[in-house]
């Protein structure tokens, strides 16, 4: 498999968790979001994934995009260890939480709208996170045990951890979200979610590695 990402996308995150889960190594071809303009606007990557956007994953044959295609991807083709709970009722807390996130906070705070923000981005940025995770934190109490929907690591965790990271980038202030910030500390001592790190990928500039 070739993984096309960038270090610190939450989405490329996503994607570089499940495969360490799943114990699948790959080559990882770096997509340097803003360096020559955005790499991931040259005719090269759009080939690729004519939406311009990382991550995207080659892989038995095809080329996949959108991070949670080729989560489900990997989940139905290395079914262990499983991502999606058998239970009808918990497989479905756990799509509507990384729903709730791939859709309803990331792609608000992501850089190409960020741009258009100008000088107002990081208070932008901070606002959608906040009004995210207050609903968020609200779900997880119902929902949650050690991790975001029970003690099993799912789906809806590959999706919180990274959207941490971009909260603390953006300095929101976590302390109304306890449940999100217990999850998020427990999930980043799991190996899986230490390796995929940004602070870890080969792509990291020298000044952010860990």
């Given at each position: 498999?070739?993984?096309?990402?960038?270090?610190?996308?939450?989405?490329?995150?996503?994607?570089?968790i499940a495969l360490a889960l799943k114990g699948i190594s790959y080559d990882l071809v770096?997509?340097?979001?803003?360096?020559?303009?955005?790499?991931?606007?040259?005719?090269?990557?759009?080939?690729?994934?004519?939406?311009?956007?990382?991550p995207a994953l080659k892989i038995d044959g095809i080329a996949l995009s959108q991070s949670l295609?080729?989560?489900?991807?990997l989940e139905d083709?290395?079914?262990?260890?499983?991502?999606?709970?058998?239970?009808?009722?918990?497989?479905?807390?756990?799509?509507?939480?990384?729903?709730?996130?791939?859709?309803?906070?990331?792609?608000?705070?992501?850089?190409?709208?960020?741009?258009?923000?100008?000088?107002k981005k990081t208070e932008w940025a901070q606002n959608c996170i906040a009004s995210g995770f207050q609903a968020l934190e609200q779900t997880l109490q119902h929902t949650a045990g050690r991790y975001c929907v029970g003690d099993e690591v799912s789906m809806a965790d590959l999706c919180l951890v990274p959207q941490v990271f971009n909260a603390e980038r953006f300095k929101v202030d976590m302390s109304p979200y306890?449940?999100?910030?217990?999850?998020?500390?427990?999930?980043?001592?799991?190996?899986a979610f230490k390796v995929s790190h940004?602070?870890?990928?080969?792509?990291?500039?020298?000044e952010l590695r860990a």
């Open positions: 498999p070739i993984l096309y990402g960038y270090f610190r996308s939450s989405c490329s995150w996503r994607v570089r770096p997509v340097n979001l803003l360096k020559d303009g955005g790499q991931q606007f040259s005719a090269e990557f759009k080939a690729v994934n004519p939406m311009q956007q990382v295609a080729i989560i489900h991807y083709t290395h079914p262990n260890p499983r991502l999606l709970p058998q239970d009808p009722k918990k497989r479905a807390q756990v799509r509507m939480i990384a729903d709730h996130i791939v859709s309803g906070i990331q792609p608000l705070q992501n850089l190409s709208v960020l741009k258009q923000m100008g000088e306890p449940t999100i910030t217990r999850i998020n500390k427990a999930l980043l001592e799991l190996e940004p602070s870890r990928q080969p792509d990291t500039p020298a």
